[in-house]
Nanobody
């Protein structure tokens, strides 16, 4: 499966952004999809994940309560709705896919090495 992330941009602190991840090829509903981000000089870090059915989600502590991920398997898309953005949210955001139909999402879903397919990333910049 090939992934393409979009929706990034320059916003002010407190604003919202909706990122999208479009998938091409493969059986989209067979994949767990995750969002990661990477700021300059920092390691790639987990943001959120959603299981194949969309019924289970997992979030990093730093976005819990202000971020929601969802998917539409009929449209082969996953979205990441981010609210109350902070300057420290500035990073390149990536979507990634793991060929898994696991019902539950655990710590395993937070590791980049778990994901075989990656999109190209979309830049999110939050000004103070």
């Amino acid at each position: 499966v090939q992934l393409q992330a979009s929706g990034g941009g320059l916003v002010q602190a407190g604003d919202s952004l909706r990122l999208s991840c479009a998938a091409f090829g493969g059986t989209f509903s067979s994949y767990t999809i995750a969002w990661f981000r990477q700021a300059p000089g920092k390691n790639r870090e987990f943001v959120a994940a959603i299981n194949w059915s969309g019924r289970r989600t997992l979030y990093a502590n730093f976005v819990e309560g202000r971020t929601t991920t969802s998917r539409d398997n009929a449209k082969n898309t996953v979205t990441l709705q981010m609210n109350s953005l902070k300057p420290e949210d500035t990073a390149v955001y990536y979507c990634a896919a793991d060929h898994s139909t696991a019902q539950m999402l655990g710590d395993w879903a937070k590791y980049p090495a778990k994901y075989e397919h990656w999109g190209q990333g979309t830049q999110v910049t939050v000004s103070s």
